[in-house]
């Protein structure tokens, strides 16, 4: 029966064991990288932005289409306006097919665009039973903007910023899906020490207050001392409810950023802090200027307004256009006649719009580019401050909170100690209440300090990490 009653009691913690995860922070991180949609969405921009890129650059390549109007029927009475000024309304029935094949390509340095085609016509005349075909065996043609704005020329120094902005995003996207995940991790740690200090006080106080009871009768305390013993019980139940409530709705939390429907319960483990490691800050400055999307922002942002000035200017003077095409064409009852002895085809065209009164319209157009680029120059210089500054704070701050850690850590270690021992005197009769209270609330305190300096040196960490999207620890850039 013995033997029975062994089964039964490990067959019943394995059950227990089994409705609990253990996770520890790096397994906890990892999961949110992978399957939380914080992560999930991170990847879909960078696919987004890796996309859009391809598209820019396909701009940049030979185009070939083929396009037409197959068929081009009408049936109908068309207005024919006759020699002495009347119109007389005539009935046709025709069809007029086009087919054009067409290579074109961007000149970005120029702005314009260059291309080949050729193309071919056929007219059916159905009224009078007739066929005649028109083509064009080859025709080079070119159309370029003068004195305009380049659109094509600042998309070629913008866009491959962009792209840049949009990979680093993307890391540091990911390292901001850890720093959460490290956020609402510590925030479940806590409840949990929370918990299991409130399950130890309110076992340790109904041990006392029943010890406190035989004092009582004894006549060794007073029954101020057992009422207050009682009052420490009472609220020792009390915590005890509020930190299962903390404790279930930080569990909630963290398993909804983990996207995870996992119904066993999480049992976090205490991470202990990293082995001790210098942060230079200037080379951490460095390393944020290379790597993060922000320092490409700055730079996108100023050649975007440097853009918006010289489009204002070329807008607003002198605009032309010059449009050129040199070809063969031909016509004939066949399509065959197309090529035989083709005659030449020119076409040369100048259009331009020269503004001559504006009323200061185009002189405010250009002011305020310009006065937008003064404020987006001051803004970068800001941001730039700013972005310095949080790099300094986080490593001050780091290299302050590794020492701090280990200074809780021992402070933890005393307390604990130091109420084992004030539990044992009191058990004794050598140690009042009120000085066990205070032992007690000390070690309280000296753990929570200790997870909460835990807390601030890995959000810490993993926050250097986010703005420099550099490891320090493993000296290395972030690359996923």
């Known amino acids: 029966m013995r033997y029975l009653y062994f ?50 650059l396909a701009d940049f390549k030979p185009q070939l289409s083929l396009n037409g109007t197959v068929p081009g029927f009408t049936n109908s009475y068309i207005q024919v306006v006759q020699p002495d000024g009347t119109v007389s309304f005539q009935s046709v029935s025709y069809n007029n097919s086009v ?35 028109n083509g064009i065996p080859f025709e080079f043609g070119i159309t370029q903007p003068l004195f305009r704005f380049n659109k094509m020329k600042w998309d070629r120094k913008i866009e491959p910023l962009k792209f840049q902005e949009g990979n680093q995003k993307y890391i540091g996207d990911m390292e901001q899906v850890a720093l959460d995940a490290t956020g609402l991790y510590f925030d479940l740690l806590v409840a949990q020490v929370n918990l299991q200090i409130a399950e130890k006080n309110r076992s340790n106080n109904d041990t006392l207050y029943k010890i406190a009871g035989h004092k009582l009768e004894l006549g060794k305390i007073s029954q101020n001392d ?31 950023f983990l996207s995870s429907r996992d119904e ?58 010059l449009n050129a095409t040199f070809g063969l064409s031909n016509q004939g009852p066949r399509p065959k006649d197309i090529y035989v002895k083709p005659q030449d085809r020119e076409f040369v065209e100048l259009q331009f719009t020269l503004p001559i009164m504006t009323w200061g319209r185009n002189k405010a157009r250009t002011e305020v ?99 420099t999207l550099y490891d320090f620890e493993k000296d290395h850039k972030i690359n996923y």
């Open 99 to 133: 087919l054009n094949l067409a290579l074109e390509q961007k000149i970005a340095p120029t702005g314009g665009t260059i291309y080949v085609q050729q193309q071919m016509q056929r007219f059916d005349d159905f009224a009078g039973d007739a066929t005649r075909y």
């Open 264 to 321: 066993r319960e999480f049992e976090l483990e205490i991470p202990k802090a990293l082995d001790e490691f210098q942060v230079d800050p200037q080379k951490a400055l460095d390393e944020a200027f290379a790597n993060r999307s922000d320092a490409t922002t700055f730079r996108r942002k100023l050649l975007e307004a440097e853009r918006d000035v010289v489009s204002a200017k070329k807008e607003n003077g002198l605009n032309a256009s």
């Open 369 to 467: 580019a310009r006065a937008n680029q003064e404020f987006a120059q001051q803004s970068v210089e800001q941001d730039k401050l700013t972005f310095e500054q949080e790099i300094f704070t986080q490593v001050t701050l780091l290299q302050m909170l590794q020492k701090q850690v280990k200074l809780t850590n021992l402070a933890d270690q005393i307390a604990a100690n130091r109420y084992q021992i004030a539990q044992d005197r009191f058990i004794l009769s050598n140690l009042s209440v009120t000085d066990l209270g205070i032992a007690m609330q000390e070690k309280d305190r000296a753990k929570r300090d200790y997870i909460l300096a835990l807390r601030d040196y890995w959000q810490t960490y993993y926050t250097l990490r986010l703005l």
């Open 226 to 256: 057992l009422l207050q013993l009682q009052m420490g019980l009472l609220t020792a139940q009390k915590d005890l409810a509020s930190a299962q409530q903390s404790a279930a709705v930080s569990t909630l939390k963290l398993k909804m």
């Open 7 to 56: 089964f039964f009691f490990v067959l019943a913690s394995f059950v227990a064991k089994a409705q609990t995860q253990r996770l520890s922070l790096s397994e906890v991180v990892n999961q949110a990288r992978q399957q939380s949609v914080a992560s999930k969405q991170a990847v879909t921009l960078k696919k987004t932005n890796f996309w859009q890129y391809r598209s820019f």
